[in-house]
């Protein structure tokens, strides 16, 4: 596995650096102070293409291998943890899952729109169906001509911005986890209602919400997939959402790593600058190996699905252990910023908040240990 960018995927990720720099860099601490959503202002972000990364130019996307996806998420997400969760939602559970299992007409109406202007958001997580994501209640019952669908979701991230959602639902309970199915709907469906937007502790600037569905009526040809398939679906989705959140974490740790650089080489102690300090050192120094390790972990993940094989336990090692290394980095940049670190001016304070959420979603890490383990545990000897 050699992970070095090839020219045109260098140019790709300088323009998205030259993209974050110069127009969401001045943003982002504004947003989140003001507690503003990001996506009113991806203008560039849409015409650049990143709304289609991993989906074929026939389609209306880049057609982006997932290598080249991750090193996207990882440079957006070094400055907007935010919009590299939206970007990540979007392409990983938002529009790739019609590509992935939709018919062709679904193809043609929705990705289009999904891979030039509009958001797309995945509906799964309920009040009380989290990790256990078989005890959905959520339930759709067969009418003339399509389904209706009654329950609540939570958690949902581009929510506000989506045009479109993944909604995950029973059409069978008395199945289990092979009696749920999937289902396109769309934002201005009347029995669909945003009813919470939740204020988080980190990336505020990322909207979610909670949204109902009151005998939400979808057409049959919004069925994803097969009546059945709505688990296999979510899970597949989520094993490249992981990716995803993996090159995001890894982003968060190099904006730390940095901000922690810079002002250990400015900051003065005892007449010379704390960056000489061997204390200062050590924790560079791990910052920066477990930064590499984190990338290669995500790296080969995405190099695994490039190569059509199973990747679902390399992405739940890669997402467990960038998380974790994103909250570490930005642990340590706190730290070695002191009392500054603290305070809301420096952007080590926001990166610590932001950081602490990516342990949680898209699997917490105690699901992560938990799917590596049975990983193990299955092999044949």
């Known amino acids: 596995m050699d992970f070095t960018l090839n020219d045109e995927q260098k140019l790709m990720v300088r323009s998205v650096r030259q993209y974050m720099e110069n127009e969401i860099r001045p943003l982002v601490a504004k947003l989140d102070h003001e507690r503003e959503y990001i996506h009113h202002h991806i203008g560039t972000a849409k015409e650049m293409g990143l709304l289609g ?8 996307g ?23 969760i939206l970007i990540s939602v979007h392409n990983s559970v938002g529009n790739y899952p019609i590509y992935q299992f939709g018919t062709e007409e679904q193809k043609r109406k ?7 202007d509009k958001v797309g958001s995945m509906c799964l ?30 958690f949902v991230t581009n929510g506000d911005a989506a045009w479109t959602y993944i909604v995950c639902a029973n059409s069978d309970p008395s199945k289990g986890h092979r009696g749920m199915s999937a289902f396109i709907v769309e934002r201005d469906n009347p029995g669909l ?34 009546e059945g398939d709505g688990f296999k679906i979510a899970m597949i989705s989520l094993d490249a959402g992981r990716v995803g959140v993996g090159a995001q974490c890894v982003g968060i740790a190099v904006g730390a790593m940095e901000e922690a650089i810079a002002y250990s080489k400015q900051r003065e102690q005892f007449g010379r600058p704390i960056s000489k300090f061997q204390a200062i050192q050590w924790m560079l120094a791990d910052m920066s190996t477990r930064i590499d390790a984190a990338r290669a972990l995500t790296m080969r993940a995405a190099w695994l699905k490039d190569q ?13 252990y ?32 932001d950081a602490r959420v990516t342990e949680i979603y898209e699997g917490t890490s105690e699901m992560q240990r938990l799917i590596i383990a049975r990983h193990l545990t299955a092999q044949k000897k």
């Open 53 to 60: 990364l991993p989906i074929p130019e026939e389609y209306g």
């Open 62 to 84: 880049l057609g982006c291998d997932c290598v080249t996806y991750v090193a996207v998420v990882e440079e957006i997400s070094r400055v907007s943890p935010a919009l590299g």
């Open 110 to 116: 929705y990705l289009p729109g999904l891979t030039s």
């Open 125 to 154: 997580t309920e009040p009380n169906a989290g990790s256990d994501v078989a005890s959905l209640a959520t339930t759709a019952v067969k009418v003339e001509g399509g389904y209706r669908l009654t329950g609540s979701k939570v």
């Open 193 to 226: 209602r945003i009813h919470k937007h939740e204020e988080k502790m980190g990336i505020v600037s990322s909207d979610t919400v909670s949204l109902t569905l009151d005998d939400c009526f979808v057409p049959d040809e919004n069925l994803l997939g097969k």
């Open 308 to 320: 059509g094989r199973p990747y679902t336990c390399e992405a739940s090692m890669a997402k467990l």
């Open 322 to 353: 960038a998380s974790e290394t994103a909250s570490f980095a930005a642990h340590r940049a706190v730290q070695i910023h002191g009392g500054y670190g603290y305070m809301r001016e420096y952007p080590v304070e926001r990166m610590y908040r």
